[in-house]
């Protein structure tokens, strides 16, 4: 059993997809600041430093960065969003700007030559890994290129302004050493944060639809009662049009059908709506009546779902009653959805209680999990190379680890703490304890402290009364 996805999520967008939401304002003010502190470096070199600088060149290069900007400013409306290929050019051309200044300026003897590092650290941050692969290697291919090749830097007095080649040469080794360090850096923890963000939009997703399928039994509910009036006024008239038509057999007829037919509509909308959202017992469930609805669509998959019953004080008729809540049920169909997936022919889901907590533990005959992913369990968007034996058992298959990740983030939010194992590992608390030869796969333990989830005595306990009727 390894992570597996819940179903295509077209509507999310891929954690490396987002360079789209960078705004040409943001960059466009970005580079004033920077050719802000150009002309100020500039000025300061020249007038209070007394430096020879050749100004023309560096003047021109900070010129047509002023004139890219003021043209974007006339062309493009400031709230426009760019593209990613647009986002690398402009990161380009600033790269190559800023090595033309270092340049004209003294190469890497200038201390301003850490400012490569910027457009790097843009790039890891909202690029992908080609583009930001493809900064990164200019930024050192230009940095290599600036320690021979540029212009001296002079005083007044002629005197050439240079480090020691032993310095040069730790400067070049610094800046490329924090070019791949702050580079790899940033986009690992950028991209960390992204998955995580579009995995808590899948989440939310499937707990908006687990609610809304929730919910659904309250609107049946409401058309039901508002039915109800039309459906009895229907019911009377062609009562006493049966009444009238004494002499006209074939018109009788058509008026009996007529009541037969409003009396099946309102048993069809009665048994409807008993599930109503505003139905008592519809709150709360048995533990195994909430196992069984979790596990029923995978029900008819080829695959044996052993539900079994384990009370750890010996009272096997009083089973506790959960919280009948769409975050709990979504949850463990999930993690029953994920064993019937990699299970070779039988699932096991155990249900485990004392006064104190509640267990579920599911496990399977499956090949357990793998040890590549194993401390990784519950991660989203985790992705690794299929063996040739699951590309067997299962073609196609291309986990993102959204599955395993739903099912944890939606299970922990109602309280319960999750641990994940492979039959073979000793374990404590459930979680391997007691398990057959048969169970040879992976097994996930489902723990909630009976406060949590209890429906008759936790924190949240179901209103006690008598439900009233739906009256048709």
């Not at 000025?43 to 007394?50: K, T, V, Y």
């Not at 963000?197 to 908006?208: E, F, G, H, N, P």
């Not at 996930?444 to 008759?456: I, Q, S, T």
Request: charge should be neutral; charged fraction near 20%; proline fraction near 5%.
């Amino acid at each position: 059993m390894t992570q597996n996805s819940p179903g295509p999520m077209d509507g999310l967008l891929h954690g490396q997809e987002r360079s789209h939401w960078i705004r040409l304002r943001t960059q466009i003010l970005l580079r004033w600041a920077a050719i802000f502190g150009q002309l100020s470096a500039l000025w300061a070199a020249q007038s209070i430093f007394d430096l020879q600088i050749h100004a023309l060149p560096c003047y021109l290069a900070i010129g047509v960065s002023a004139l890219s900007n003021i043209i974007a400013l006339f062309i493009f409306p400031m709230n426009k969003r760019l593209s990613g290929p647009q986002i690398h050019l402009m990161l380009v051309f600033d790269l190559l700007q800023l090595a033309f200044l270092l340049f004209m300026t003294g190469g890497l003897n200038n201390p301003f030559a850490l400012l490569l590092l910027g457009p790097v650290t843009i790039s890891a941050s909202v690029m992908g890994l080609w583009s930001t692969t493809v900064i990164g290697t200019l930024a050192i291919l230009l940095v290599t290129l600036l320690m021979p090749y540029h212009l001296p830097l002079m005083t007044a007095t002629g005197l050439v302004v240079a480090m020691p080649d032993l310095f040069l040469f730790g400067n070049w080794a610094a800046i490329v050493i924090a070019i791949l360090f702050i580079g790899v850096y940033s986009y690992r923890i950028n991209a960390e944060i992204r998955s995580m963000s579009d995995a808590l939009v899948a989440t939310q997703m499937a707990l908006a639809r687990e609610q809304k399928l929730t919910d659904l039994g309250g609107v049946v509910a409401a058309a039901a009662h508002e039915l109800g009036t039309p459906l009895a006024t229907i019911k009377l008239t062609s009562a006493e049009l049966i009444d009238e038509l004494e002499d006209h057999p074939d018109l009788r007829a058509d008026a009996n059908l007529i009541r037969d037919q409003a009396d099946r509509c309102r048993d069809i909308l009665r048994s409807m709506g008993r599930i109503g959202k505003d139905d008592l017992h519809m709150r709360q469930t048995p533990a195994s009546a909430l196992i069984d609805e979790a596990a029923e669509p995978h029900m008819d998959r080829g695959k044996l779902i052993h539900i079994s019953e384990h009370p750890m004080d010996g009272k096997l008729g009083e089973q506790p009653s959960i919280l009948r809540k769409p975050e709990i049920i979504h949850g463990l169909r999930n993690l029953i959805q994920n064993a019937v997936d990699f299970a070779r022919g039988n699932v096991w889901v155990e249900i485990h209680w004392n006064k104190d907590h509640i267990w579920i533990r599911i496990s399977d005959d499956g090949a357990g999990f793998s040890s590549q992913i194993s401390g990784r369990l519950g991660d989203p968007f985790m992705r690794r190379r299929p063996s040739e034996i699951e590309r067997s058992e299962r073609p196609g298959y291309d986990g993102m680890g959204l599955g395993l990740f739903i099912a944890k983030t939606l299970l922990e939010r109602s309280g319960a703490k999750l641990s994940f194992a492979n039959a073979k590992d000793s374990g404590q608390d459930l979680v391997t304890r007691d398990l057959r030869s048969e169970q040879s796969g992976a097994v996930v333990l489902v723990k909630w402290p009976r406060a949590k989830v209890d429906a008759e005595t936790g924190e949240t306990p179901v209103p006690r009364g008598e439900n009233r009727p739906i009256q048709i």
